[in-house]
C-alpha cells in the first residue's frame, strides 16, 4: 500500500488529481455542517432518532439531514433522475436511439439527466420540509410561504452544487464521483457508529458484537470475491495475408465480470426502497383512504420480514437492469467479426451474440444473488439480535468497499497509463 502512495505521489498529473478529488470530497464535508438558518437542529436530531427510515437517510447523506445543511438532500435527486432515464430509455425508442449514438447520445442524456434533478430536488425538498413540519417537535417554527421557498431553494442548490462536484470528480477518472460522495458521507458517519457502540457497550451483547464483526469481514471479503471475479472468453483472430507480411492469428480473451454493474444496484434499491414510506409519511396524519393507504404502508415496511424480500427484489433486479444498460453483446459481436476476431466453437454474428448473452445472464445471476443476500444478511441477523447498527454497517460496507476497489482499480490504470507513456 505505501508503494502504491509513493508511486502516486511521484507522478505528478496524478497527485494533482488524488488532490483535487481530496479537496473536493473536503469540500461536501463542510458544506454538509453549513445549517440552514431557522431550524432547530437539536429538536431534528431527536425526531430522526426515533425515524428508521429517515435515520437510515440521514447516515447515507453522511448527516447532512441531522445538520439541515445546505446540502439536505445530498444527491438524491440526481439518483433519482438517472434510474427515471434509464428506465425511459428502454421505451421511447428517441431515447434508445440516444444510447445507441456512442459519447454524444450519452451526453444529451446525462444534460437531460441534470435538468431533471432541478424540480426533483424542488420536489422532494417541499416534502421533507412538510414531513419535519407535521412533526409534534416544531423543528421549523413559523414557517412562511418566503421560509419556504428559500429553504427549498437553497436545498436545490445544494444538490445541484453536489452534483457539479461529483461530475468534476469523475472527470479526473479517480472513481465515479456520485459513488465516492456517498462513500464520504458513510466513512465521515462511522466513528460516530463506533463510538456508540463503544457507549453502549455491555457484556452482555458481546455474542451480538462478534456478529457485527463476522459480518463485517464476511461483507468485505464476499465483495471482493464478487468484484475481482471475471470470465475469461477465449478469442482468436484469423490471418491475414497482405502482400509479403502476416498479419492476425494470436489468441485472447474477453473478461466478463460476474458483477459489472459494481455499487449501482445497492444505491439505486436503497433510493426506490425508502421512497414509499417516506413518501407516505405525509398522509399519516390525514383522513380518509389515503390516511389509510399511508399507515398501511408505512407498517408493511416496518415489517423485517417484507422489507427484506422488497430489498433483495430490486438489489437483484437492478444488477440485471443496470448490466442490460451497458452490456450489449450484439455490438460485442458485431466488433469481434469487424476485426476478424472469432470465438472458437462459435459462429460469428447472431450466434456469437446469443453466447455472449447466456454467458452474461449466467455470471449476472451469481452476482445478482450474492449482492442481494449480503445486502440482507444484516436484516436477517436483525431479527435474532435486535441491534439496528448491523443493519446501517452491513449497508455502508458493502458501498464503501465496492467504491474503494473500484477508485483503486481506476488509479492502477492511470498509474500503467503512465509508466507505459514513459516507455
Known amino acids: 500500500m505505501w508503494e502504491k502512495i509513493r508511486r502516486i505521489w511521484k507522478i505528478k498529473d496524478l497527485r494533482n488529481r488524488v488532490l483535487f478529488v481530496l479537496g473536493l470530497l473536503i469540500v461536501f ?39 439541515f445543511s445546505i446540502v439536505l438532500m445530498g444527491v438524491s435527486p440526481y439518483i433519482t433522475s438517472s434510474i427515471i432515464f434509464q428506465l425511459l430509455a428502454m421505451v421511447i425508442p428517441r431515447l434508445e436511439e440516444m444510447q445507441k449514438e456512442g459519447e454524444a447520445g450519452q451526453q444529451k ?28 417537535n416544531n423543528i421549523i417554527p413559523d414557517l412562511t410561504y418566503w421560509k419556504l421557498a428559500s429553504i427549498m431553494i437553497i436545498i ?19 472513481g465515479n464521483g456520485i459513488s465516492l460522495l456517498i462513500f464520504a458521507g458513510i466513512v465521515a458517519n462511522l466513528p460516530n457508529v463506533v463510538q456508540n457502540l463503544v457507549i453502549n457497550y455491555n457484556p452482555a451483547d458481546l455474542v451480538t ?23 475469461n ?5 484469423a490471418k491475414q495475408i497482405r502482400g509479403n507480411k502476416t498479419y492476425g492469428g494470436n489468441s485472447t480473451h474477453l473478461p466478463l465480470r460476474v458483477n459489472m454493474a459494481g455499487v449501482i444496484p445497492i444505491i439505486f434499491a436503497i ?57 450489449h453483446p450484439q455490438k460485442m459481436a458485431e466488433n469481434l467479426q469487424r476485426q476478424g476476431g472469432f470465438i472458437p466453437g462459435i459462429r460469428p454474428g ?12 449466467r455470471l449476472i445471476f451469481v ?28 449497508t455502508s460496507l458493502l458501498i464503501v468497499v465496492s467504491v474503494a476497489i473500484e477508485t483503486a482499480k481506476q488509479i492502477d490504470s492511470q498509474i500503467e497509463v503512465h509508466e507505459y507513456d514513459r516507455m
Open 29 to 67: 464535508r463542510f458544506a454538509a455542517h453549513v445549517p440552514i438558518p431557522g431550524v432547530d437542529t437539536v429538536a431534528l436530531a431527536k425526531f430522526l432518532s426515533g425515524n428508521q427510515i429517515l435515520g437510515l437517510l440521514n447516515v447515507f447523506s453522511g448527516g447532512t439531514m441531522e445538520n
Open 109 to 136: 442524456i446525462n444534460m437531460y439527466t441534470r435538468l431533471a434533478t432541478v424540480p426533483l430536488a424542488l420536489l422532494q425538498a417541499f416534502g421533507m420540509i412538510k414531513l419535519l413540519n407535521q412533526s409534534q
Open 156 to 174: 436545490s442548490a445544494g444538490t445541484v452544487f453536489l452534483m457539479w462536484i461529483g461530475e468534476l470528480i469523475t472527470e479526473k477518472k479517480i
Open 209 to 231: 458484537y462478534l456478529l457485527f464483526v463476522a459480518i463485517a469481514v464476511g461483507t468485505i471479503v464476499g465483495v471482493v470475491i464478487i468484484s475481482e471475479g471475471q470470465r
Open 233 to 237: 472468453i477465449p478469442v482468436s483472430y
Open 271 to 327: 433510493s426506490v426502497v425508502l421512497f414509499p414510506p417516506m413518501i407516505a409519511q405525509f398522509f399519516v396524519n390525514g383522513a380518509g383512504f389515503s390516511a389509510t393507504a399511508a399507515k398501511f404502508i408505512v407498517n408493511i415496511f416496518n415489517n423485517q420480514l417484507f422489507y427484506a424480500l422488497l430489498y433483495f427484489i430490486l438489489v437483484f433486479g437492478f444488477t440485471y437492469f443496470y448490466t442490460a444498460v451497458i452490456f
Open 350 to 361: 447472431k450466434q456469437t451474440e446469443e453466447y455472449l448473452g447466456k454467458t452474461m445472464n
Open 367 to 394: 452476482g445478482a444473488l450474492f449482492l442481494g443476500l449480503i445486502a440482507i444478511m444484516p436484516l436477517v441477523l436483525r431479527a435474532f439480535t435486535g441491534t439496528q447498527s448491523l443493519v446501517i454497517g452491513g
